[in-house]
């Protein structure tokens, strides 16, 4: 089963972009599907990749193999290995990045180490992933209103 967050329940309609769970998954197989690549992808493929395991290294090697195949087949390209620091990322630091907190402080929303600790991997994940770069996504102050419960 799939992750489904909130803020972004729009795609999952068509799986146009990227879920942000297939994100992680991604990263945790180091493998870089850009979003051209995931719209020459069929509904099927797209779905088997959001839903297939990726916990065991075989799962991992598994689901690397498919995403290499569908993704040279259906694009003509292959898709870019990630480097082993990507990779970490999909298992989120134990402490808010600080340019975190301050992305966030920037809109209005206080991110403390207690809160931080309330939030499951995922959702550490996704907050990293939108709002830790020097530019915040515009899906940041949703998903952390749905995180954190934060108007």
């Known amino acids: 089963m799939m992750r489904r967050f909130q803020y972004e329940a729009e795609i999952y309609q068509s799986f146009y972009c990227v879920p942000m769970a297939v994100r992680r998954k991604l990263d945790r197989v180091g493998i870089k599907v850009g979003l051209k690549q995931w719209q020459t992808l069929g509904r099927g493929e797209r779905l088997a990749i959001c839903h297939l395991p990726a916990d065991s290294d075989e799962e ?11 993704v040279q087949s259906k694009s003509g390209e292959e898709p870019k290995s990630l480097p082993e620091s990507d990779r970490i990322a999909a298992d989120p630091p134990s402490d808010p990045p600080a340019s975190l907190i301050q992305n966030l402080s920037s809109i209005g929303i206080t991110l403390d180490r207690q809160r931080w600790d309330r939030l499951d991997p995922d959702e550490r994940y996704a907050l990293v992933k939108l709002g830790a770069g020097k530019e915040f996504s515009h899906n940041l102050k949703a998903a952390a209103a749905e995180f954190l419960n934060h108007p």
């Open 60 to 70: 991992v090697e598994t689901l690397k193999l498919f995403i290499r195949e569908a």
